[in-house]
């Protein structure tokens, strides 16, 4: 019998935990993925938001705005990367203008500071690369980027070592109130919890709608991108969006943390919840803005640089607000739903505040000895010849480069699967330390990965996944594999 389990690793999952291990309590986090940040964490922008766009007064505004905070302070502590690039919203249209301002006068009121309105002439000095039909742009200081995947995986590994349990590849099929709590029925067996937080992205209203009276609806908004290899450069100098629609933020033209720039998302709403498959005419969308067609970009981009294409779903919810509460209803069932964008950037403080609610609602004590630091991957190709050879000398797996795209050695790839809630998967190796995000996207260093994951973990190579589950990387032998050893 668990004190609560969260349903769902993503950001925010895994930032509720994370808060939760701070307190006396047997908590588990239930995941139907392989590894954390499956669902709707794995495909965004990975911009830290400002909180200009949210109404003013709404939840939204207040969580992005302190989760912006949180983010820059968590940094260090968490040993995940942030940078804090500012961010620009450009108007290219003159007609547009009011839009514009009013997007500068609603930051004003949420709270955002350093706002400014730049005209043309000191825009296109701070972006040369800018497409030449930008009329104006809002500058936020505060702006930045992130890697979600890093996010979730600090913020897991924390709660881990606090305490917490996670169960992967464990699908929530039904929830049924008890006397004493909820029973979890589960693809591994029923789960039993005398609370609950749900924080499963697009699921959250089947979840939610399982025990509450008062229903909820999420519609999954899926959006699709282009990811160009790192060589074409990051184009910009800071994070660069298009003034907001109606469907969303627009289609950016931007770069991650780790310098690759891309195009996207874009923003269609779709019935399967499951809905992952990047489609032709979309993606063809896309590439006609990178030639040129309406792109942020004062230049065709180059197509054959492209090295991957992917998409994901936002959880929209029908009033467009993030819900964070106790169900009136349901005692002890947690609601994080809705958490569409600025998810992401609010995900900590969204954590900070649920956690807070079932402290108060369970009446939690907090712990005594909560270990707040977390300690990252060295990342041996971000480090000086002399740190390298010290490296080296106290592990030569540093010294074995398993991924050549991105440099990336053997230690890095035993470390990723070593420790807390570790990589299983190829995918799950890859969010950790980049093996395979190159331009060859894994195809030099698949065999070797395999390998290193089937020694590490104990397991016949033949049973080393991409994402867990059925996603066999080998699916026969074609010569004795002792034989060919010798």
């Not at 809705?338 to 939690?364: D, F, K, V, W």
């Not at 000895?369 to 010290?390: D, S, T, Y």
Request: with cysteine; aromatic share 6%; proline share 4%.
């Amino acid at each position: 019998m668990y004190d609560i389990a969260v349903i769902g690793a993503g950001v925010t999952g895994t930032c509720i935990a994370r808060e939760l291990s701070k307190y006396k309590i047997h908590a588990c986090v239930i995941e139907k993925g392989d590894d954390v940040a499956m669902g709707t964490s794995k495909a965004n922008t990975g911009v830290i938001h400002t909180g200009q766009e949210a109404a003013t007064g709404s939840l939204m505004a207040k969580l992005c705005l302190e989760g912006n905070r949180m983010l820059y302070e968590l940094s260090p502590i968490l040993d995940f990367p942030v940078k804090k690039t500012g961010k620009l919203i450009v108007c290219n249209h003159k007609e547009d203008m009011g839009k514009l301002h009013q997007q500068y006068e609603q930051g004003v009121r949420n709270g955002v500071q350093g706002l400014e309105i730049l005209g043309r002439d000191e825009l296109l000095k701070r972006e040369p690369n800018l497409t030449h039909n930008a009329v104006a742009a809002l500058w936020l200081p505060t702006g930045g980027i992130i890697d979600p995947f890093n996010l979730a995986i600090a913020m897991g590994e924390n709660a881990a070592v606090n305490g917490v349990e996670f169960r992967f590849q464990t699908e929530v099929q039904k929830i049924t109130k008890e006397e004493w709590g909820y029973r979890i029925k589960t693809n591994n067996g029923d789960i039993d919890t005398k609370a609950i937080a749900n924080a499963a992205g697009v699921y959250a209203d089947v979840f939610h709608n399982m025990v509450s009276k008062e229903k909820i609806h999420i519609t999954p908004r899926k959006g699709q991108y282009i990811l160009f290899d790192q060589s074409i450069g990051t184009i910009f100098n800071t994070t660069v969006v298009p003034l907001p629609g109606k469907m969303g933020k627009g289609i950016a033209s931007s770069f991650t943390i780790d310098g690759n720039f891309f195009v996207g998302p874009t923003a269609n709403d779709v019935d399967d919840k499951d809905d992952f498959a990047t489609t032709k005419p979309i993606i063809d969308q896309l590439k006609d803005i990178a030639e040129g067609n309406n792109s942020l970009v004062n230049f065709p981009l180059p197509l054959n640089k492209i090295i991957t294409t992917f998409s994901g779903a936002r959880p929209h919810e029908d009033h467009h607000e993030f819900i964070v509460k106790e169900l009136p209803d349901s005692k002890w069932f947690f609601d994080a739903a809705g958490i569409e964008s600025p998810g992401l950037t609010s995900s900590p403080a969204i954590g900070r505040m649920l956690s807070q609610i079932i402290a108060e609602s369970m009446h939690l004590e907090l712990k005594e000895n909560f270990i707040a630091e977390r300690k990252g991957i060295v990342h041996f190709n971000k480090l000086n010849k002399e740190e390298q050879n010290e490296l080296i000398k106290r592990n030569p797996r540093y010294g074995k480069i398993v991924c050549r795209c991105e440099k990336i050695t053997e230690a890095e790839i035993v470390d990723a699967i070593k420790r807390p809630i570790g990589a299983r998967s190829m995918d799950a190796v890859k969010r950790r330390t980049r093996a395979g995000m190159g331009r060859c996207q894994a195809g030099f260093c698949t065999p070797r990965q395999i390998e290193i994951i089937a020694r590490e973990l104990g397991i016949d190579m033949m049973d080393v996944t991409k994402k867990g589950g059925k996603s066999k990387m080998l699916v026969g032998q074609v010569k004795d594999r002792k034989a060919w050893a010798e």
